[in-house]
């Protein structure tokens, strides 16, 4: 599994899970909380540099109100049981969105495990809360706007050392659950050449099984970046 480096989840389908069981959709949410461990744990023993999940989108806080107000409170939760097992597997946590509409419960928690992990050399977990990849692009725009660097000096580099996500390996794999097939506005730019992989399966039931079969899939891919095989 060396070829793979960089892997990204939309985490979808935890309301219906929910749903196909009689529960209320927060309980989907709590279990896929859960699941964000169990993957996270995978990704590290395989060896990956970093992993990001689509947590919370820019569109989410359409939302019901109470809905949106578990989503956010989910981070702490998280990190109440987890956080000591993320430092044992050297696990290092980063937040991707705009943190100054997220509520103080549930940015805290997220920075506060940046700061005890952040010296953290194995895994580097993204996630992606209050974030949108058209925003993001936008936002790194009007910071090179704003350091006056001239138009002939932009590249396709100055873009990208100016995006939330700047510090993650180049995007190798994408990974959509629950049967949709769709981008949804995540990690626009970071996408340009990486592999994208859908599956029917709903993320709480999203295991290490189909975590591996996912890479493995990846690995059986000829990139040829917009060359030709020789």
Request: aromatic fraction near 10%.
């Given at each position: 599994?060396?070829?793979?480096?960089?892997?990204?989840?939309?985490?979808d389908?935890?309301?219906?899970?929910?749903?196909?069981?009689?529960?209320?959709?927060?309980?989907?949410?709590l279990?896929?909380?859960?699941?964000?461990?169990?993957?996270?744990?995978a990704?590290?023993?395989?060896?990956?540099?970093?992993l990001?999940?689509?947590?919370?989108s820019?569109?989410?806080?359409?939302?019901?109100?109470?809905?949106?107000?578990?989503?956010?409170?989910?981070?702490?939760?998280?990190?109440?049981?987890?956080?000591?097992?993320?430092?044992?597997?050297?696990?290092?946590?980063?937040?991707?969105?705009?943190?100054?509409?997220?509520?103080?419960?549930?940015?805290?928690?997220?920075?506060?495990?940046?700061?005890?992990?952040?010296?953290?050399?194995?895994?580097?977990?993204?996630?992606?809360?209050n974030?949108?990849?058209?925003?993001?692009?936008?936002?790194?725009?009007?910071?090179?706007?704003?350091?006056?660097?001239?138009?002939?000096?932009?590249t396709e580099?100055?873009?990208?050392?100016?995006?939330?996500?700047?510090?993650?390996?180049?995007?190798?794999?994408?990974?959509?659950?629950?049967?949709?097939?769709?981008?949804?506005?995540?990690?626009?730019?970071?996408?340009?050449?990486?592999?994208l992989?859908?599956?029917?399966?709903?993320?709480?039931?999203f295991?290490?099984?189909?975590?591996?079969?996912?890479?493995?899939?990846?690995?059986?891919?000829?990139?040829?970046?917009g060359?030709?095989?020789?």
């Amino acid at each position: 599994m060396n070829n793979i480096k960089n892997v990204a989840i939309i985490m979808d389908g935890n309301g219906r899970w929910a749903k196909l069981r009689g529960l209320p959709r927060t309980a989907g949410h709590l279990q896929g909380t859960k699941n964000i461990r169990n993957i996270t744990i995978a990704a590290n023993n395989m060896g990956l540099s970093s992993l990001t999940l689509f947590a919370f989108s820019t569109e989410n806080w359409k939302r019901d109100e109470k809905e949106v107000e578990y989503i956010m409170r989910l981070p702490g939760k998280f990190f109440e049981d987890y956080i000591d097992e993320l430092m044992e597997n050297n696990v290092k946590i980063a937040l991707i969105g705009e943190r100054d509409r997220l509520p103080v419960y549930a940015l805290s928690p997220i920075e506060e495990a940046e700061k005890r992990t952040k010296d953290n050399t194995g895994l580097l977990l993204n996630l992606c809360l209050n974030y949108g990849g058209q925003r993001e692009i936008v936002l790194a725009v009007k910071d090179i706007v704003k350091e006056g660097i001239p138009t002939e000096e932009i590249t396709e580099d100055t873009i990208s050392s100016h995006l939330m996500g700047a510090s993650a390996d180049p995007l190798d794999l994408m990974i959509r659950t629950s049967g949709e097939y769709r981008i949804s506005n995540f990690l626009l730019w970071q996408l340009a050449y990486s592999e994208l992989y859908f599956t029917d399966v709903l993320w709480p039931n999203f295991d290490e099984k189909c975590f591996v079969e996912a890479i493995e899939s990846f690995n059986g891919r000829d990139r040829r970046f917009g060359g030709v095989k020789k």
